[in-house]
């Protein structure tokens, strides 16, 4: 009696060891499966953290660019701008002058219909 119980307990001992073993080894693949996920995430985090670095050195590119472009711009109006001064100036100086014939006067008026339209101009670009 003393056997058959032993072997009874040995039995169940081992059925469970056995069940022990296959849930062991399920917990094993279920991790492996997990952490091959994880993995995959991380690699895909990974990507798209690089792609958001590319996005944004592009963008920082293209921020420069249009800074070039505003400058060029600048420039352009400031030629006008330097442009008009001289005419103006040379207006002031025509009408300075001495004698003040017609001539004088026709040019003088020319000019200034010529800096009236290039601020015009200048004003239409802005």
Request: proline share 0%; aromatic share 2%; glycine share 4%.
């Amino acid at each position: 009696a003393d056997l058959s119980a032993a072997r009874a307990e040995a039995a169940a001992s081992s059925a469970a060891l056995s069940e022990a073993e296959a849930a062991r080894a399920k917990a094993a693949e279920e991790a492996a499966a997990l952490k091959a996920d994880m993995e995959a995430r991380e690699a895909e985090r990974q990507r798209a953290l690089e792609m958001c670095e590319q996005m944004r050195l592009r963008y920082a590119q293209l921020d420069i660019f249009k800074l070039d472009i505003i400058a060029r711009e600048l420039k352009k109006l400031d030629q006008g701008v330097e442009n008009i001064r001289r005419e103006a100036r040379s207006v002031s100086d025509s009408l300075k002058g001495g004698r003040h014939g017609s001539d004088d006067k026709e040019r003088a008026g020319n000019e200034a219909m010529q800096m009236v339209q290039h601020g015009a101009e200048l004003r239409a670009h802005i």
